[in-house]
């Protein structure tokens, strides 16, 4: 089966924190997605990696980065956390035929 | 430009109804693909089947069933019989080779089975 894993379910922060969410695939795969969810917006792409080391910039990659030192992880990274940043934030990577796998989601409060 | 169009927010069925979820997609390239995914509760986006656009035969997996016309646009779900553990958000995606096959959404469609 294919798997990935986010490092939490669910997150609370503070308003200025630097904020990291963690996402790993066992799959050897080399391209990988953050997405985020919002009610009414439907699910936008942040960032996404095509190698180690490779970055682009999705739809709405204001105030966030990203980290892919290993293949099997992409870390997304809110440099100084805000309040519209509360969301729900989901992690992919792209296996056979273009098709991308999920992760469970973390849902991230901002306070 | 590419577009996913569900114009169905939400939709409520009575168990062992059929429903059917329709989806319309817009893309200038011939070569792309197209998915559902289901969003459960508990929130995690759940790839159902994949459609490349070369391939308009229509599939049937258990209870559920696409309908895929070029024709059209048109990549709809049908589930038969329906189950209360079918109530989750259902979203149709298009990926096509000139956008680096970056996945586009559609606004998903809540479905709703009552016992």
């Known amino acids: 089966d294919v798997k990935v894993t986010q490092s939490s379910r669910y997150l609370v922060k503070r308003t200025g924190e630097k904020v990291f969410l963690e996402c790993v695939q066992d799959?050897?795969?080399?391209?990988m997605f953050w997405y985020r969810q919002d009610p009414g917006l439907g699910l936008r792409l942040i960032y996404f990696?095509?190698?180690?080391?490779?970055?682009e910039k999705g739809d709405i990659p204001e105030g966030y980065s990203v980290s892919r030192e290993k293949k099997e992880r992409f870390s997304l990274i809110l440099e100084s956390a805000s309040t519209n940043q509360t969301s729900m934030y989901l992690c992919?990577?792209?296996?056979?035929?273009?098709?991308?796998?999920f992760g469970p989601g973390t849902r991230l409060l901002v306070l | 430009a590419q577009k996913v169009t569900q114009a169905q927010t939400e939709i409520s069925v009575v168990e062992k109804e059929d429903v059917t979820l329709d989806c319309v997609y817009e893309?200038?390239?011939?070569?792309?693909?197209l998915f559902w995914y289901k969003q459960p509760p508990s929130g995690e986006l759940v790839f159902l089947i994949r459609?490349?656009?070369?391939?308009?035969q229509n599939e049937i997996s258990g209870r559920y069933s696409w309908n895929f016309q070029k024709s059209t646009s048109s990549f709809n779900f049908t589930i038969t019989a329906s189950q209360v553990v079918d109530s989750a958000v259902y979203f149709c995606?298009?990926?096509?080779?000139?956008?680096?096959?970056?996945?586009?959404f559609g606004s998903g469609t809540r479905l709703l089975v009552r016992p």
């Open positions: 995606a298009l990926s096509e080779v000139d956008s680096s096959y970056k996945l586009i």
């Open positions: 799959m050897d795969h080399e391209n």
């Open positions: 893309t200038r390239d011939t070569t792309y693909y």
């Open positions: 992919a990577h792209r296996g056979a035929e273009e098709t991308q796998y």
């Open positions: 990696s095509y190698d180690v080391k490779m970055k």
């Open positions: 459609r490349n656009s070369f391939d308009e």
